[in-house]
C-alpha cells in the first residue's frame, strides 16, 4: 500500500528537533557524496488574466539512505500591493487552496511509498534551515530576536530557533496590527516567551541577536542600516536574497551548499536557486514575475562566503563576536524532501495512518 500522509499526519508526527537533524544529515550526505540533488525547476506560462503566471514548480533527490523524493507544485502567481508592500501571491483553483505534493519512492525497489501533502513539512523544513545557520554562526549567548513577519514561516522559525538557543524575547513587527497581535499572544501561551509587538519595523533590531525577514514579500525587507554588531541575520521571501545595503554588513555568509553539476558534466554545475523556462518569454502578456533575464540568485559576495563543508572539515574561521553573519541553504531544496519526507514516512507506517491506495494502481505491466 502507498501511504498518503496528510498536513494533519505530518503536524502529530513530525518535531522541528527531527526536522533539523533530517536536514543536517541530508547535507552533510551531499559532503561525501552519498545524497544527490538538482536545483528547483519552474515552468511558466502566461494565462490569459493579465499579469498571473501558471508555475509549475518541481525538486528532486535522494540518498544511499534508501529514499528518493521529488516535490511537485502547480500554481497561479501573481503580484500584488498590500499596506504599502508587493507580495507574492499564488493559488490552485482558487484564492486560498494550493497543490503541493511530495512523492517518495523506496530506492531500494523503485516503488511509490507515500504521498505527502507539503504545506506544514515545507514550513517546517525552511524553518529548520533557519535553525542550522543559527546553531553554526550566531552567538551561543543570543537570546533576542528581531522578526519581520507573523505568518505561517514566523511561526515556525520560533519554534526552530528555540530548539538550538536559548531565546528569551521576541521582537515582531508585520504590516496589519492585528496579525502581529495575533502571533504575539499565540507564542506568548505556546511557549512562554516574552513578546514585544513592534509598531515600527526599526524597533525590530534594537538589541537583536538574532535578525530574521520572514515574509511573502515581492522585495526584500530588511534594512542594512539598522542591522547591529554581532547579529545573526536571515531571510526568507523577498525574492530570497537581501539587497545590497544588508549584503554590505556581511562579515560571513554562510551557504549550506550548492547541488552537484550531472555526472560527468562539470561545466553545467549551477549555484542558481532555481532555474526558469518560460512560454512567450519576451511578451508583455508574459509578466515573468522575476526580473527579464535574470537568474536564481547564487552566492552574492563569494569572497566572504563559507560552507557546511568548510565548517565540518575545520576549514573556517571561528566568529569574531561583533561580526555580522548571514545563513542560507543555497539550492539544495531537492535534498531537504527525501530526508524529512522519509522520516515522515517511517513515524506513518509506525502510527498504522489508514489513508492508503493500493500500490498496484500506479505500476503497469507494459515497459516504458
Known sequence: MTLMISNDDVTRLLTMPDTIAALEKSYLQLVTKESVCRPRIDIQIPTSEPGKVYQWGSMEGGSVSGYFAVRIKSD?????????????????????????????????????????????????????????????????????????????????????????????????????????????????????????????????????????????????????????????????????????????????????????????????GLDDEYITWAALPDSEHGHRLKKKNGRGHGSPIPDKTISLADIVEGRAKPRERDHVTYAERGNLQGAQFWAVAGHVYELAKKDKIERVIPTEWLLQDIRD
Not at 115 to 134: E, K, T, Y
Not at 136 to 141: I, Q
Not at 151 to 165: I, K, P, Q, T
Request: negative net charge; charged residues 20%; contains cysteine.
Open 76 to 268: 497561479i502567481v501573481y503580484e500584488q500591493d498590500y499596506n504599502g508592500v508587493r507580495t507574492q501571491e499564488k493559488y490552485c483553483g482558487k484564492p486560498g487552496q494550493y497543490c503541493g505534493l511530495i512523492l517518495l519512492v523506496d530506492t531500494s525497489n523503485g516503488l511509490p511509498v507515500a504521498f505527502i501533502n507539503d504545506g506544514v513539512l515545507q514550513h517546517m523544513r525552511v524553518g529548520a534551515d533557519g535553525a542550522i545557520g543559527v546553531k553554526y554562526m550566531s552567538r551561543k549567548d543570543s537570546h533576542v530576536v528581531g522578526m519581520l513577519g507573523s505568518g505561517g514561516m514566523a511561526r515556525s522559525h520560533v519554534d526552530a530557533f528555540l530548539a538550538v538557543r536559548d531565546i528569551k524575547r521576541i521582537q515582531v513587527f508585520s504590516p496589519t496590527p492585528a496579525n502581529r497581535e495575533l502571533f504575539a499572544e499565540e507564542m506568548r501561551a505556546k511557549h512562554g516567551i516574552e513578546m514585544v509587538v513592534c509598531d515600527n519595523p526599526r524597533d525590530v533590531y534594537k538589541g537583536a541577536d538574532i535578525v530574521a525577514g520572514l515574509t511573502d514579500s515581492a522585495v526584500p525587507v530588511l534594512n542594512g542600516e539598522w542591522i547591529e554588531k554581532g547579529s545573526h541575520v536571515l531571510n526568507v521571501g523577498g525574492r530570497g536574497q537581501p539587497n545590497w545595503g544588508v549584503l554590505d554588513r556581511i562579515d560571513t555568509y554562510l551557504r549550506f551548499g550548492s547541488a552537484p553539476a550531472p555526472w560527468g558534466i562539470p561545466e553545467l
